[in-house]
């Protein structure tokens, strides 16, 4: 199974601020047809799991413009501008490249 | 809408078995893969089985492979988890989910508990 590894895995930011969690995966995250499956998830306390970027950088319906995915060669990035109280929450990267899907640790977003 | 609920939660010992089913509306269930994911209490996620959306391929952690078992029944609209010889490790809240076509989950069901305890 492909080991996603993130970091920080707590991640104090001050409202206003931005905040960026790591991701990187123990195996190539580029399928057979040239894309790469990686998304980022947010998970608020006692709710269920919800999916923010799919495909490295592609932002969900109804997701604010402060949250943006990006990549560089092996390494993903969650960015979170302009963080604001809604947005504590455990964040999580996911590949779906490879069966079965696999996830990171969790990062833990709180405000300072 | 997509609506997804999970029954089949339990308290059991261990070496039980117990059978998760998950009731699937508002999509057509029969045109997607389907997984099941859990969350151990305090902690992250973790998949633990996929199936393709014809039932002819399935994937499983390494944790869980040999003793669970995914399934569906597309007439029925319904997954189903099949976990023999529980262990104390397997205490978790379990998701069905949803795939998308794009490599990614995007619905999930709200979860149901799975207590394993002697």
């Known amino acids: 199974d492909a080991v996603m590894t993130q970091s920080p895995l707590s991640l104090p930011v001050t409202l206003g601020q931005s905040a960026s969690i790591s991701c990187r995966s123990s195996?190539?995250?580029?399928?057979?047809?040239?894309?790469?499956?990686l998304n980022w998830l947010q998970q608020r306390p006692g709710q269920s799991p919800r999916r923010l970027i799919y495909q490295v950088s592609k932002r969900d319906s109804g997701v604010p413009d402060r949250f943006s995915g990006s990549a560089s060669g092996a390494d993903f990035t969650l960015k979170i501008s302009r963080v604001e109280a809604e947005d504590v929450a455990v964040y999580y990267c996911?590949?779906?490249?490879?069966?079965?899907?696999?996830f990171g640790q969790g990062t833990k977003l709180e405000i300072k | 809408e997509v609506h997804l609920v999970e029954s089949g939660g339990a308290v059991v010992q261990p070496g039980e078995s117990l059978r998760l089913s998950c009731a699937a509306s508002g999509f057509t269930f029969g045109d997607y893969n389907m997984h099941w994911v859990r969350q151990r209490p305090g902690k992250g996620l973790e998949g633990v089985s996929i199936?393709?959306?014809?039932?002819?391929?399935?994937g499983y952690a390494d944790s869980v492979k040999g003793r669970f078992t995914i399934s569906r029944d597309n007439s029925k609209n319904s997954l189903y988890l099949q976990m023999n010889s529980l262990r104390s490790e397997d205490t978790a809240l379990y998701f069905c989910?949803?795939?998308?076509?794009?490599?990614?989950?995007?619905?999930w069901g709200q979860g149901t508990l799975v207590s394993v305890s002697s």
């Open positions: 989910a949803k795939d998308s076509p794009n490599g990614s989950i995007e619905h």
């Open positions: 996911m590949q779906g490249t490879r069966w079965p899907y696999t």
């Open positions: 195996q190539s995250l580029v399928s057979s047809d040239g894309n790469i499956y």
């Open positions: 199936i393709r959306n014809d039932g002819g391929k399935t």
